[in-house]
Nanobody, 123 residues
Framework: QVQLVESGGGLVQAGGSLRLSCAAS????????MGWFRQAPGKEREFVAW????????YYADSVKGRFTISRDNAKNTVYLQMNSLKPEDTAVYYC????????????????WGQGTQVTVSS
C-alpha cells in the first residue's frame, strides 16, 4: 500500500509564497509521475500540476502557470509544489497523487492520493 503525506500548507497573504511537500512511502516512487490537485469549498477537485517520473517533463493548469513550480527529489521520495504570487482564489485543499496512466489532468489517471493539506490565501 502506497502512502502519500502532504505538508507545508498554511495561511498566507496574497502575493506570498508557500512550498508544499508530498512524501511517498514506497520504493517505486521514482518510477511514477506525480501530480498535484486542489479542491476549493463547494467546487470539484481540479488539476494543478504534473511531473514526469524523471523530473524532466512538467505540465501545469493555465491558472497556475508561471506562478507554481512542481519538482521532485527521487532520492527523498518527495514531490514539491512551490507556489508564488498566491491569490485568494488559490485557497483550497491541495492533494498529491501518483500518476499511472492516461491524461495527466484527469483524476482517474491517478491511483493513490494523499490526505490533503489546506492552503488559505487572505486578501
Amino acid at each position: 500500500q502506497v502512502q502519500l503525506v502532504e505538508s507545508g500548507g498554511g495561511l498566507v497573504q496574497a502575493g506570498g509564497s508557500l512550498r508544499l511537500s508530498c512524501a511517498a512511502s514506497d520504493r517505486t516512487f521514482s518510477s511514477y509521475g506525480m501530480g498535484w490537485f486542489r479542491q476549493a469549498p463547494g467546487k470539484e477537485r481540479e488539476f494543478v500540476a504534473w511531473i514526469r517520473w524523471s523530473g524532466t517533463g512538467t505540465y501545469y493548469a493555465d491558472s497556475v502557470k508561471g506562478r507554481f513550480t512542481i519538482s521532485r527529489d527521487n532520492a527523498k521520495n518527495t514531490v514539491y509544489l512551490q507556489m508564488n504570487s498566491l491569490k485568494p482564489e488559490d485557497t483550497a485543499v491541495y492533494y498529491c497523487a501518483r500518476y499511472y496512466s492516461g491524461s495527466s489532468v484527469q483524476m482517474g489517471s491517478y491511483d493513490y492520493w494523499g490526505q490533503g493539506t489546506q492552503v488559505t490565501v487572505s486578501s
